[in-house]
């Protein structure tokens, strides 16, 4: 069952440009959400979150949007820089029946980005 | 601060076989979790480890077993090697109670089974 979806393997963009990711949820019950991002022969590292108390979390160019009606978020990134190239993911904690969750996060299948110069 | 490091990086395994790999969690983390992440996939949570214990499974079955060091490091353990198994196999790190549930990865560790 795949919770967490990301339908865009990939997205090629401009320098410059707005990139914008996209990701699908089903469990009604996710009250956090996180995009990581991972460049090829290293782990995954942490980009920005966001709680479902809040419809937008602003990082610098990083701009992550909730609509919880729609179980869907968006990842924006402005300006598109060609560092910015990478393998990006959304995901959610999954609660266990103590509400606890530390660690144990739920991935969609990613997508990749490309900034062209 | 030292970060969360894995090893080895890249490991050759045939079908029925049995692996170890390690990874030694960041500094002042005492809580490691494992991931699995197959080709064009997002990563799978396999197991948690605090205080020692296995703390929550993904859906993966026994033969995937795993330890907790005192000193916090730990190992995930394969035995009966499947052509299913090949992936890469990813370490993260954290601090139990944190409630921005992030996590540090490691650089994974690349396992074929041939």
């Known amino acids: 069952d795949q919770q967490v979806k990301q339908n865009s393997p990939s997205l090629s963009v401009q320098e410059g440009r707005i990139s914008i990711l996209n990701c699908d949820y089903t469990n009604s019950m996710f009250d956090y959400f996180l995009w990581y991002k991972k460049y090829p022969a290293e782990g995954p590292t942490f980009l920005i979150s966001?709680?479902?108390?809040?419809d937008k979390n602003e990082d610098g160019r990083f701009t992550v949007f909730l609509n919880k009606s729609a179980k869907h978020l968006s990842l924006h990134i402005v300006p598109s820089q060609p560092g910015d190239s990478a393998v990006y993911f959304c995901a959610a904690p999954r609660r266990d029946a103590g509400g606890t969750s530390y660690g144990k996060l739920t991935f969609g299948q990613g997508t990749i980005l490309t900034v062209h110069p | 601060e030292t970060g969360v490091t894995q090893s080895p990086t890249h490991l050759i395994k045939t079908r029925g076989q049995q692996v170890t790999l390690r990874c030694s969690s960041q500094?002042?983390?005492?809580?490691v979790s494992w991931y699995q992440q197959a080709l064009g996939q997002g990563p799978q949570f396999i197991f948690q480890?605090?205080?020692?214990?296995?703390?929550g499974r993904g859906n993966f079955p026994p033969r995937f077993s795993g330890l907790q060091f005192p000193n916090y490091s730990s190992e995930l353990n394969v035995n009966a090697l499947e052509l299913d198994d090949s992936a890469l196999y990813l370490c993260?790190?954290?601090?139990?109670?944190?409630?921005?549930?992030?996590?540090?990865f490691g650089s994974g560790t690349q396992l074929s089974v041939l």
């Open positions: 500094s002042g983390h005492n809580t």
């Open positions: 480890y605090y205080r020692e214990e296995e703390n």
């Open positions: 993260a790190s954290s601090l139990w109670g944190a409630t921005n549930e992030k996590l540090f």
């Open positions: 966001i709680s479902s108390i809040k």
